[in-house]
């Protein structure tokens, strides 16, 4: 079982960057793909960011531009650098994870991942 930590959420004014991070117990983390969802009230879940095992990223429209998603496999954690944030950002944030063949394509649904970490509060106010 793949135990999923997120980290960095808070409050920040609009305009502002917040860091969130995602940390793995996978053994076999490098190979997997992992996504970034959020999901405000009253709201469904929305697919923010996914990065592949080659490290290569894609992005909802909604944030691309704005966001950027990275890993250290070393350390087992991916990284959403969040920048020029709105108050439309305003929600929880979730990372996953999958484990991926190389030739694997983005993942942007939620029920393609298998594991989901608690989730981190981002609140950005105007």
């Known amino acids: 079982q793949v135990q999923l930590l997120e980290s960095g959420g808070g409050v920040v004014q609009a305009g502002g960057s917040l860091r969130l991070s995602c940390a793995s117990s996978?053994?076999?983390?490098?190979?997997?793909?992992v996504g970034w969802f959020r999901q405000a009230p009253g709201k469904e879940r929305e697919f923010v960011a996914t990065?592949?095992?080659?490290?290569?990223?894609y992005y909802s429209d909604s944030v691309k531009g704005r966001f950027t998603i990275s890993r250290d496999n070393g350390k087992k954690e991916v990284y959403l650098q969040m920048d020029s944030l709105q108050p439309e950002d305003t929600a929880v944030y979730s990372c996953?994870?999958?484990?991926?063949?190389?030739?694997?394509?983005?993942?942007?649904?939620?029920?393609?991942?298998?594991?989901w970490g608690q989730g981190t509060q981002v609140t950005v106010s105007s």
């Open positions: 996953a994870t999958k484990d991926a063949i190389l030739t694997a394509p983005y993942y942007t649904r939620a029920n393609d991942y298998a594991y």
């Open positions: 996978g053994r076999t983390f490098s190979r997997d793909s």
């Open positions: 990065i592949h095992r080659t490290g290569s990223t």
